[in-house]
């Protein structure tokens, strides 16, 4: 049988921006690695419209997470039985887990095949479970199911002696203390590096001597187990991935939307240009307090690159962060945390971020070299790349030199991008700028929104000054002159 992918038109793509993307935009402290790893893979417009059609329809339905949890919480764990089913050397552990594995299989078909309703990917996807469900083999197991399962948990605790004393083993029916630090964790909103699942590994010796405690027990097991294994194919757990990626982007995208950040679903536009409205860093929700200052992004063929520059403490490394993110989302077929607007299919994102290791033998230019060098040969003139003070710790006249270089190489590529840099000298060529400027409309709080000027150099000094209360009249009013 054949099982078509949840999350692509067609088949799988491959992975066109690399991994670092995810740890310079700190999406890694946002989301798990089983659901970042699906922005950094190309891009199509037929599967970008399908997921976002998929996602609207999600979250329009406030049971739509459960319904997701649901449905993946079932497949991880048919997944576990089923490895310890495949890997077991007794013929009697494979068939007592085979009953209970059925049985997560089968709460996982009916789930999947409720999930129609929810676009044309989730609709295909219903329908391969329904198909399942509707075959004689998978009704007749489901109904001699419950028989088999009543008949085996009759052995599911043993009583052992061990040196004179009589020990219980049982199977576990309580929550464990594990399981209580980690609903403590995310009830205090603390981050847990997902472990795979330990495997389930039952003694070929312990299994036998169960086998003969309780024949009858374990040879309706296998007569269950022989007749109806085939109806399991080991492909179903491919959507496991799947599934993770869709409920991870629902579940944060609820906990934004609670927080007051808005989403919203761009319009994939056939022009090459990037127009995004009050973009969020959503990045920034995992510093409690914060003001999160939405800005507008925008990338055009007349205007594809922009040097970044600004007061330090202006945002700067937030701005071209909340442009990486929201791109990525945007490419992902994912809502994206601003107020709407357009954008063209991209191939990939690209950042280059400082690093704080140390550097021996070669040192840090040629480091920085070497990463840049890199990305030049894999953008194509339809990415987006985001440089971050690349070649700041070189001498000035080497890093004004470089700076200006890959600026313009950039910039003629085609490709849309930012470049961080507090090098003034590189503004006086053709590539505009963005300045970071003190919004005049906040009247409670001193914050920055990022606007296109085409300013002197040092022109932000003025900026500085303010941000600390150093111009004439901040200083009268602090010393009372």
Do not use: W
């Not at 994939?268 to 240009?273: A, I, T, V």
């Not at 600026?407 to 503004?427: C, E, M, W």
């Not at 920055?448 to 111009?471: H, V, W």
């Amino acid at each position: 049988m054949t099982y078509p992918p949840l999350l692509f038109s067609e088949k799988r793509t491959l992975p066109v921006s690399p991994a670092e993307t995810v740890t310079d935009l700190k999406l890694d402290l946002l989301l798990p690695e089983e659901v970042t790893r699906f922005l950094l893979l190309k891009s199509e417009k037929e599967t970008l419209l399908a997921r976002r059609e998929m996602f609207e329809s999600l979250l329009k339905d406030e049971t739509a997470l459960q319904k997701i949890s649901g449905i993946k919480d079932a497949l991880g764990r048919a997944s576990v039985l089923y490895k310890a089913h495949n890997t077991t050397l007794s013929d009697k552990a494979a068939a007592y887990i085979f009953v209970h594995l059925f049985g997560e299989f089968a709460v996982f078909c009916r789930r999947a095949s409720q999930m129609a309703g929810y676009g044309a990917l989730a609709d295909r996807f219903a329908k391969v479970f329904r198909d399942i469900c509707e075959t004689q083999a998978f009704i007749d197991a489901e109904t001699e199911h419950p028989a088999v399962l009543s008949v085996i948990d009759e052995t599911a605790t043993l009583v052992l002696k061990v040196e004179g004393e009589n020990t219980k083993v049982a199977r576990e029916s309580e929550k464990s203390i594990a399981d209580e630090l980690r609903a403590c964790a995310l009830e205090l909103d603390v981050p847990l590096r997902k472990k795979e699942n330990p495997p389930i590994i039952i003694q070929k010796d312990i299994a036998e001597a169960a086998g003969k405690l309780y024949p009858e027990q374990f040879a309706k097991a296998e007569q269950y187990a022989d007749k109806y294994r085939t109806v399991i194919s080991g492909e179903i757990f491919g959507y496991l991935e799947e599934l993770t990626f869709i409920h991870g982007i629902l579940e944060f995208t609820l906990k934004a939307k609670s927080k007051g950040i808005p989403y919203s679903f761009p319009t994939l536009s056939d022009k090459k240009h990037i127009e995004f409205k009050n973009v969020y860093d959503i990045t920034l929700l995992k510093k409690e307090g914060t003001v999160i200052v939405p800005n507008d992004v925008s990338f055009t063929e007349a205007e594809p690159f922009y040097y970044l520059t600004g007061a330090n403490g202006g945002g700067k490394t937030t701005y071209i962060r909340t442009v990486g993110v929201a791109v990525l989302l945007f490419l992902a077929g994912a809502p994206v945390f601003c107020d709407g607007g357009e954008g063209g299919l991209l191939d990939g994102v690209f950042t280059h971020f400082p690093r704080d290791e140390r550097f021996e033998g070669s040192g840090r230019f040629f480091d920085e070299k070497k990463r840049v060098d890199a990305i030049l040969e894999k953008e194509n003139g339809n990415s987006l790349v985001l440089l971050n003070e690349t070649f700041a710790t070189t001498g000035e006249e080497k890093a004004v030199e470089c700076t200006g270089e890959l600026a313009r190489r950039l910039y003629k590529s085609g490709s849309f991008g930012l470049y961080i840099t507090h090098q003034h000298d590189v503004s006086e060529n053709e590539i505009p700028f963005l300045g970071v400027m003190i919004d005049e409309a906040d009247r409670n709080r001193r914050t920055y929104r990022i606007e296109k000027r085409r300013l002197p150099p040092r022109s932000f000094a003025r900026d500085i000054l303010e941000k600390y209360g150093l111009t004439k009249l901040g200083l009268r009013q602090k010393f009372g002159l």
